[in-house]
């Protein structure tokens, strides 16, 4: 089983942001974003999540979100995908960034949830 992280955002620069920032600590850490609406503006896109969701190549997937709505639409593709998709109410820069870290050093899904505990926000 491999791990990989989503990033859900209602601004596709957020979501590049974030990868590329995770890039530099977790090269090997599969990790695909879903930003904006299908097009091209502020908000989320169902579609775009499953394509993120698909094109992950980890078996099980850490997803992180900025808002409310792409909660929503992060659990309408939960249903969706054959994937599981583990969504977690903290810091998305922080978060995401602290579970991929995590994950390229090895650590466990359940040891990764109790280090993000403290970023709870949502």
């Known amino acids: 089983m491999s791990l990989g992280i989503l990033i859900v955002s209602h601004v596709a620069d957020i979501t590049v942001g974030v990868q590329k920032l995770i890039s530099q600590t977790a090269a090997q850490v599969p990790v695909t974003v879903a930003g904006g609406t299908d097009d091209g503006g502020v908000g989320t896109s ?3 999540i499953q394509q993120a969701v698909a094109a ?3 078996d099980e997937l850490l997803a992180f979100y900025d808002l409310g ?3 929503m639409n ?3 593709a939960q249903e969706f ?3 599981p998709i583990y969504l ?3 810091a998305l820069i922080e978060g995401a960034y602290t579970a991929a870290a995590l994950l390229q050093a090895g650590v466990e899904r ?3 949830e109790k280090q993000l505990r403290p ?3 949502k």
């Open 81 to 83: 995908s054959n994937k």
């Open 46 to 48: 169902v579609d775009k």
């Open 119 to 121: 970023l709870k926000i």
């Open 88 to 90: 977690y109410d903290v």
């Open 69 to 71: 709505s792409a909660k």
């Open 56 to 58: 992950n190549k980890a």
């Open 110 to 112: 359940s040891e990764i």
């Open 74 to 76: 992060l659990e309408m």
